[in-house]
């Protein structure tokens, strides 16, 4: 018995320590995401603007592939404040696209919050 309280305290810690990194839990503040940088290079954003949208605001932007092969990633958006600090509940979710070679598309994004002032774009 008392065995078995031990391997299930013990599997209840390994399950609050594997969170996946960055992930917020209540009462937390926002940290800033980080993707891969070596996906992210091949990436250009031109057109970007923020609009004003019911209930926030909306990143559009045209997303560029700059390499000369197809590309397959997922990316996301994250909303920052007046002093350039990540915003809670600012985070789109993951998007899976692929762009052939050079190839541009238009994006829009989910609402983010109406006190965003800036955004970056993380991919992987």
């Not at 605001?57 to 990540?86: H, I, T, Y």
């Not at 998007?95 to 050079?102: K, R, S, Y």
């Amino acid at each position: 018995m008392r065995i078995a309280l031990a391997l299930a305290a013990a599997l209840l810690a390994g399950c609050r320590s594997t969170a996946p990194s960055g992930a917020a839990h209540a009462g937390d503040a926002p940290v800033e995401l980080r993707g891969d940088a070596s996906v992210e290079a091949q990436l250009e954003i031109a057109d970007a603007r923020l609009e004003h949208v019911p209930g926030g605001v909306q990143a559009a932007f045209v997303l560029r592939n700059k390499s000369g092969s197809k590309l397959r990633f997922e990316f996301r958006v994250q909303a920052f404040g007046r002093a350039g600090v990540p915003l809670q509940g600012g985070q789109t979710a993951w998007v899976l696209l692929e762009l052939g070679p050079h190839e541009g598309r238009p994006v829009r994004t989910a609402a983010l919050p109406s006190t965003t002032e800036s955004w970056r774009l993380v991919a992987r």
